[in-house]
Antibody
């Protein structure tokens, strides 16, 4: 069974840096073609893709947030860490991590973690 | 930047067929997937590679993708299918989500 779980602060102040950890089980991030992605969802709004890290440490970031995002992975601990700098109230959202399975035909995310709500407020 | 457009809402009567569209430039040349999200829950993949259905997803869900439009079709819609549905595709190593469609079964 594949599971993912996000952890991190529930409240951050404007201008602070957010650090979220995705801890997963049931798959290895050293397996060729596998990745872990981050997606967020502001309350009542649509999903927004943030970033993806591949098994070979290749990384992809949303163009609109690229300057603020950093992804790292710890394969031995089955963890992926997302940092987002200069947080603003508009970054208030539920943040999800999800597995990207191997495929030669496009990419999708399954399963997803339960999500963690991050509120940005002073 | 690449954009995917979905209708904000679709309504369907129980037992009827619901079709949810997702439009994007030359979307048919990409692989589209769909997620179902119920209130307070995480998204669940219901379709990938345009028309491939994950093992736990009921057969009433089907998908297609051609030209500029991908379509998620639910045949014999049930009340349990009421949810938000999001399409997703990749464009130049960037994942893009549609704005979501609220499916109401009434």
């Amino acid at each position: 069974q594949i599971t993912l779980k996000e952890s991190g602060p529930t409240l951050v102040k404007p201008t602070q840096t957010l650090t979220l950890t995705c801890t997963f089980s049931g798959f290895s991030l050293s397996t060729s073609g596998v990745g872990v992605g981050w997606i967020r969802q502001p309350p009542g709004k649509a999903l927004e893709w943030l970033a993806l890290i591949y098994w070979d440490d290749d990384k992809r970031y949303s163009p609109s947030l690229k300057t603020r995002l950093t992804l790292t992975k710890d394969t031995s601990r089955n963890q992926v860490v997302l940092t987002m700098t200069n947080m603003d109230p508009v970054d208030t959202a539920t943040y999800y991590c999800a597995r990207k399975p191997y495929s030669n035909y496009g990419n999708w995310f399954a399963p997803w973690g339960q999500g963690t709500l991050v509120t940005v407020s002073s | 930047s690449y954009e995917l457009t979905q209708p904000p809402s679709v309504s369907v009567s129980p037992g009827q067929t619901a079709s949810i569209t997702c439009s994007g430039d030359k979307l048919g040349d990409k692989n589209a997937c769909w997620y179902q999200q119920k209130p307070g829950q995480s998204p669940v993949l219901v379709m990938y590679r345009d028309y491939m259905r994950p093992s736990r997803i009921p057969e009433r869900f089907s998908g297609s993708n051609s030209g500029n439009t991908a379509t998620l079709t639910i045949s014999g819609t049930q009340a349990v299918d009421e949810a938000d549905y999001y399409c997703q595709a990749w464009d130049i190593s960037t994942a893009v989500f549609g704005g979501g469609t609220k499916l109401t079964v009434l």
